[in-house]
């Protein structure tokens, strides 16, 4: 087992990479681990015209592009893996990892998001974004 991070954090979307630019600029060396769906729900989107700084709307994979990129300038670190078990009462945490890998750390940001929820429609993949959504 490795030397402890000073910081975990679990998820890869906008709440995972906003802590992670964060803590980076704070000089935690943060670890971000990109689960299942790295990016989270915002790579499925095509237009985002609701984020600050961005007046005429932004891609959502691009949008999660370029937060990875400043996490990355400041010194995160990504890795792709998803937590089966935390054991939280031990000092460091220890994070098991579907992989059967071991990490421990001093402190752990949970970011794991949500997943869209499919009705099972007729076509509702080809109608995504043409008037299907699964946004609020």
Not at 30 to 46: M, R
Request: net charge negative; hydrophobic share 40%.
């Amino acid at each position: 087992m490795s030397e402890p991070h000073e910081l975990v954090i679990a998820g890869s979307g906008v709440a995972g990479l906003s802590a992670a630019v964060y803590a980076a600029r704070a000089d935690l060396a943060p670890l971000v681990l990109e689960g299942d769906e790295p990016g989270g729900q915002l790579t499925l989107t095509t237009d985002v015209e609701n984020y600050l700084g961005f007046p005429e709307g932004v891609g959502g994979m691009e949008l999660i592009q370029r937060g990875k990129e400043q996490a990355e300038r400041f010194g995160a670190t990504f890795e792709h893996g998803r937590i089966e078990t935390a054991t939280l009462d031990s000092d460091p945490i220890r994070l098991s990892l579907a992989s059967g890998e071991t990490i421990q750390t001093q402190a752990l940001i949970v970011a794991t998001g949500a997943s869209a929820r499919w009705v099972g429609a007729e076509n509702e993949e080809d109608l995504m974004g043409y008037g299907f959504s699964t946004c609020a």
